[in-house]
Nanobody, 123 residues
Framework: QVQLVESGGGLVQPGGSLRLSCAAS????????IIWFRRDPGKEREWVAC????????YYGDSVKGRFTISRDNAKSTIYLEMNSLKPEDTAIYYC????????????????WGPGTQVTVSS
C-alpha cells in the first residue's frame, strides 16, 4: 500500500521559512517522478516542484523558482520541500505526490497523493 503523509505546515510571517516533510512508504522512491502541488480554496491546483526520474534533476514552477527546494532522503523515506522568502500568495494546502515516470515533470497529474498540509503566510 502506497502512503504519503505530509507534515510541517503552519502559520508563518511573510519572508519566513518552512520545511515540509512527506513520509513515504509502500513503494520504491527511485522509480517515481516526485512532485509537490498546492491548492488554495477557490483556485486551481498549481504544480510547485518536481524531481524527475529520467534525469534526476529538479524543476520548479515560475512562482517559486529561487525560493523553494525539493529534495528527498531515501534512507529516511522522506520527501522535503524547503520554502524560503514566503509570500502571502504561497498560502495553500500543499500535497506531495508521486507519478509513474512515463509522466514527466511537465505533466499536471499524479498517481498517489498525500492528504495535504496547510501553509498560511500572513502577518
Amino acid at each position: 500500500q502506497v502512503q504519503l503523509v505530509e507534515s510541517g505546515g503552519g502559520l508563518v510571517q511573510p519572508g519566513g521559512s518552512l520545511r515540509l516533510s512527506c513520509a513515504a512508504s509502500g513503494f520504491t522512491s527511485d522509480y517515481y517522478t516526485i512532485i509537490w502541488f498546492r491548492r488554495d480554496p477557490g483556485k486551481e491546483r498549481e504544480w510547485v516542484a518536481c524531481i524527475s526520474r529520467s534525469d534526476r534533476r529538479t524543476y520548479y514552477g515560475d512562482s517559486v523558482k529561487g525560493r523553494f527546494t525539493i529534495s528527498r532522503d531515501n534512507a529516511k523515506s522522506t520527501i522535503y520541500l524547503e520554502m524560503n522568502s514566503l509570500k502571502p500568495e504561497d498560502t495553500a494546502i500543499y500535497y506531495c505526490a508521486i507519478s509513474n515516470p512515463i509522466y514527466g515533470c511537465n505533466a499536471d497529474r499524479a498517481d498517489y497523493w498525500g492528504p495535504g498540509t496547510q501553509v498560511t503566510v500572513s502577518s
